[in-house]
């Protein structure tokens, strides 16, 4: 589920944002649920903050994300809005390149999640996404 959800948007070019966003915030629970804590009472908010702190030192340099709470909070309010409350309130035109910029945010965190559970550390993360530039200043 997660490597699908998280490719989904590579082989549909034409997905909508909002269902791009959705797979990938899917993507940060599905795998933090598997292999970082099964509990299903760890909400989406701390497993987000808790994969954002374990990888933080591999991409924050390129993020620069000045708030962990507050990005982490965007991210479950926007998938909350999406899944069960106002979907037009996240799709008004000031929000949608919140929503585009959130989307790139948040698959960069999982890719670097998932590098490290391959085995790599933050240090060799980071220079792969440097020399590689597998990730632009966005």
């Given amino acids: 589920m997660i490597i699908t959800e998280l490719c989904s948007q590579f082989y549909n070019p034409k997905m909508y944002q909002e269902d791009k966003f959705l797979s990938i915030v899917t993507s940060l629970e599905a795998f933090h649920r598997e292999f970082r804590d099964k509990n299903l009472k760890v909400t989406n908010l ?19 994300i000045p708030s962990k709470g507050r990005f982490c909070r965007d991210l479950r309010d926007y998938r909350n ?16 390149h919140k929503l585009y910029r959130l989307t790139e945010y948040a698959k960069i965190i999982v890719v670097t999640a998932i590098l490290r559970e391959l085995g790599l550390t933050n240090i060799e993360i980071k220079s792969l996404y440097q020399k590689n530039m597998i990730f632009r200043k966005i």
Avoid: C, M, Q
Avoid at 82 to 93: A, D, S
């Fill in 46 to 64: 701390n497993r987000y903050k808790s994969l954002f702190e374990e990888g933080r030192t591999a991409f924050n340099w390129l993020l620069k």
């Fill in 81 to 96: 809005d999406l899944t069960h409350n106002n979907p037009e309130r996240v799709l008004k035109t000031e929000n949608i």
